[in-house]
């Protein structure tokens, strides 16, 4: 599967972005598709996903401020973030696989997302 993000940029905090993902090819396999981020010098960690049932993942650090969605006729994913945190930047990446396992099948180039005033 190919994932293509786009929509990150540099944002003052409390403001919002919306991150999509272009998915070709099949996204679900037996596990989720959603987002994932990594800061320098730290792995890639999941932040949101979602599950073919529309069951949803959110880490406790965006809970209540990001929303993850889909459009299955365009096949893409969205990540709406809300109330942006400085601690919120990072590049952040489509991926598939497996939140609560911790592990990842597929992902995208990246997108930067910064957070600054």
């Known amino acids: 599967v190919q994932l293509v993000e786009s929509g990150g940029g540099l944002v003052q905090p409390g403001e919002s972005l919306r991150l999509s993902c272009a998915a070709f090819?099949?996204?679900?396999?037996?596990?989720?598709v959603g987002w994932a981020r990594q800061v320098p010098g730290k792995g890639l960690e999941w932040v949101s996903a979602?599950?073919?049932?529309?069951?949803?993942y959110y880490a406790d650090s965006v809970k209540g401020r990001f929303t993850i969605s889909r459009d299955n006729a365009k096949n893409t994913i969205y990540l709406q973030m809300n109330s942006l945190k400085p601690e919120d930047a990072a590049v952040y990446y489509c991926?598939?696989?497996?939140?609560?396992?911790?592990?990842?099948?597929?992902w995208g180039q990246g997108t930067q997302v910064t957070v600054s005033s």
């Open positions: 090819g099949s996204i679900f396999g037996s596990g989720a």
């Open positions: 991926a598939t696989g497996d939140p609560y396992r911790k592990d990842f099948g597929s």
């Open positions: 979602i599950y073919r049932d529309s069951s949803t």
